[in-house]
């Protein structure tokens, strides 16, 4: 908890000021990070997946849905897994509302897990979920982009996720990746990130940021101990 004294209003509109300058700074940072990240080579991909969908088997390449750029969120849902993962659930409540937005400045926006697909969309509809959800569980999507770890590497212990290997807790993990199409309908991978990567994507988080007790995870057994799935608080 904040337990700094209170003070004068002048005291407290300098105190205000000062943090102005760090978060206009900050500000400009990111504008330029972002420059960065669009500059980015981009890799092109040698197949196009085919993903197991509501309305039957959909490509890589259908998910761009005639707009030139494509945002999927790896969402956590195992193969012998009953609903979704909380944490992921917890950023999709996010997400779900802002895609008309987004396909607005060309951008399709898609959701991929390594569930049965009838599961997955049980789960969604328990959610009240509108976002397109895809199945990957018979292709080899999620381990392609490090989001789901092999057989073999849960029994040697280590596995490549958000850039390095890591001791996997667990098969599956989250993230973001992008991808882009050209006129020719070649797909190019442009840009992925796990792991805390994935923050900016959390409205709630954003809003927490800006309260004195902040996101009050410290003390917790790990970081979002806190967090349910939204019917479940």
């Not at 805390?196 to 995870?217: C, H, I, K, S, W």
């Not at 917790?220 to 799935?229: D, E, G, H, T």
Request: charged share 25%; proline share 4%; net charge negative.
């Amino acid at each position: 908890m904040n337990d700094k004294a209170a003070v004068d209003r002048a005291q407290w509109l300098q105190a205000r000021m000062a943090l102005l300058e760090l978060e206009k700074a900050h500000a400009r940072a990111g504008d330029e990070l972002a420059a960065q990240r669009r500059a980015l080579p981009k890799l092109q991909l040698q197949q196009d997946y085919i993903f197991a969908g509501a309305a039957g088997p959909v490509s890589l390449g259908d998910l761009f849905d005639g707009r030139s750029q494509l945002i999927i969120q790896h969402f956590m849902f195992g193969p012998d897994w009953e609903q979704g993962c909380p944490s992921c659930s917890f950023w999709a409540d996010a997400y779900d509302r802002m895609i008309p937005h987004l396909k607005q400045r060309d951008v399709s926006f898609a959701v991929v897990s390594r569930g049965p697909l009838d599961k997955m969309l049980a789960y969604q509809q328990r959610m009240g979920w509108t976002f397109n959800w895809l199945s990957s569980l018979d292709n080899s999507f999620n381990f392609d982009f490090g989001v789901s770890a092999t057989e073999q590497e849960l029994s040697e212990g280590s596995m490549h996720y958000n850039y390095q290997e890591m001791s996997p807790r667990g098969s599956e993990y989250h993230g973001t990746s992008v991808f882009s199409r050209d006129e020719q309908g070649s797909i190019y991978h442009t840009y992925s990130t796990y792991g805390r990567g994935v923050d900016a994507m959390n409205a709630a988080y954003a809003f927490l940021d800006l309260t004195p007790r902040g996101r009050d995870e410290a003390g917790l057994p790990f970081s979002m101990a806190w967090v349910k799935r939204r019917d479940e608080y």
